[in-house]
């Protein structure tokens, strides 16, 4: 069962080599749009863009980095662990499989879930 509202979308951008560094590069660490733009070789605007569009589809999350001198940065990190595409006759279906955030998975394993 697809878990993605538009899987042309979601596949045109994992079909981008910018994106799918961004998507390694994040699934090892939180990594800043500098670290990114140094890793993939192009600019911050253009990682920047490839951000907003993988937050849109809920595919990196944005989170506050303290500084001790009191300038915080935003870091992204991956929410997911694989994205799998599938052909079926009725056209292509697109699975993401999340990571669940320890505090989520420790909840679960309390209550039972």
């Known amino acids: 069962m697809p878990d993605v509202e538009d899987p042309a979308a979601v596949a045109d951008l994992i079909g981008d080599d910018c994106t799918r560094t961004i998507l390694v590069e994040t699934k090892r660490g939180a990594r800043s749009a500098a670290e990114l733009s140094e890793q993939t070789g192009v600019s911050e605007p253009t990682i920047y863009r490839r ?38 006759e009725d056209g292509f279906e697109v699975s993401v499989s999340r990571r669940g955030r320890m505090a989520d998975r420790f909840t679960r394993f309390v209550e039972g879930a």
């Open 51 to 88: 951000l907003d569009r993988l937050r849109e589809y809920d595919l990196v999350t944005e989170e506050i980095e303290p500084v001790p001198d009191g300038k915080n940065y935003k870091v992204y990190r991956t929410t997911v662990d694989g994205i799998e595409l599938d052909l079926t």
